[in-house]
Antibody
Framework: QLQLQESGPGLVKPSETLSLTCTVS??????????WGWIRQPPGKGLEWIGS???????YYNSSLESRVSISVDTSKNQFSLKLTSVTAADTAVYYC???????????WGQGILVTVSS | DVQMTQSPSSLSASVGDRVTITCRTS??????LNWYQQKPGKAPKLLIY???NLQTGVPSRFSGSGSATHFTLTISSLQPEDFATYYC??????????FGPGTKVEIK
């Protein structure tokens, strides 16, 4: 059974870099044709796709965040990671990791992690 | 980018009511439209994928229909556990995707 768990600091200072990791169990990141994605949700607001890593290693980012975001993979640990630079209060959100098959829907989600940007 | 709208933004309904939520996209997404339910403090849960396919384990009172730019999610008989916020998501531009703004279903 595929499971995901986000981890990382819950508090980041403005202008610094937000770094999160998603640990995957129940499947291999580079073994199945999924887009391993990051999605965020500011408090009380809707969902925003941040970016995805295809199992082959290609990455895709939301154009509105592309200049600040990167997603990488550590296949030895079966983890993929998100980095978002130069954060502001507007980046305060619950961050979720989730895989999507090529049809693009998300059948499984991590529990989410709240990251607050504040000094 | 594909823009999404949902209507209504919120609704009040009673247990047993039939509820319909509409999602519209700014351009055709074919059948690449998915529906999620989210309860407070929880991750979204996939209900319907590719417009009309019921995700495994989801009660049959949930159904989806539509194509191109106009889609609906219907709950045939609202149950107490269905009070939540519902989001549509277009996956036509996979891996990029866009979510609708959400519809909050509240108890009347």
């Amino acid at each position: 059974q595929l499971q995901l768990q986000e981890s990382g600091p819950g508090l980041v200072k403005p202008s610094e870099t937000l770094s999160l990791t998603c640990t995957v169990s129940g499947d291999s990141i580079n073994g199945s044709p999924y887009y391993w994605g990051w999605i965020r949700q500011p408090p009380g607001k809707g969902l925003e796709w941040i970016g995805s890593l295809y199992y082959s290693g290609n990455t895709y980012y939301n154009s509105s965040l592309e200049s600040r975001v990167s997603i990488s993979v550590d296949t030895s640990k079966n983890q993929f990671s998100l980095k978002l630079t130069s954060v502001t209060a507007a980046d305060t959100a619950v961050y979720y990791c989730a895989p999507a098959p090529v049809t693009g829907y998300y059948p499984v989600w991590g529990q989410g992690i709240l990251v607050t940007v504040s000094s | 980018d594909v823009q999404m709208t949902q209507s209504p933004s919120s609704l009040s309904a009673s247990v047993g009511d039939r509820v319909t939520i509409t999602c519209r996209t700014s351009q055709t997404v074919s059948s690449n439209l998915n529906w999620y339910q989210q309860k407070p403090g929880k991750a979204p849960k996939l209900l319907i994928y590719t417009a009309s396919n019921l995700q495994t384990g989801v009660p049959s009172r949930f159904s989806g229909s539509g194509s191109a730019t106009h889609f609906t999610l219907t709950i045939s008989s609202l149950q107490p556990e269905d009070f939540a916020t519902y989001y549509c998501q277009q996956s036509y531009s996979t891996p990029g995707s866009t979510f609708g703004p959400g519809t909050k279903v509240e108890i009347k």
